[in-house]
């Protein structure tokens, strides 16, 4: 993300959490859903999830994070 903003490159608003309670304050911060939740761990794609609603967002992140 720092290089494609070096570069001037346009990127979604983007918030990191460190803990599932933190969820519904973070999408609120970066627009509200709908939004990606993605681990911060490499995982090549699994653990990447769109997430249509604040209620679903929520409730994806719970095994995510277990």
Known sequence: MQLLSRKGLS???TGFANHPNN???LIKNV???PCVI???E???GI???LA???KSAEAIV???WG
């Open 47 to 49: 653990g990447v999830v």
């Open 38 to 40: 993605k681990l911060l």
């Open 23 to 25: 969820v519904k304050d």
């Open 31 to 33: 627009g509200g859903a």
């Open 52 to 54: 249509e609603t604040t």
């Open 11 to 13: 990127l979604p608003r």
């Open 42 to 44: 490499d995982t090549q």
């Open 62 to 64: 719970e095994p995510l």
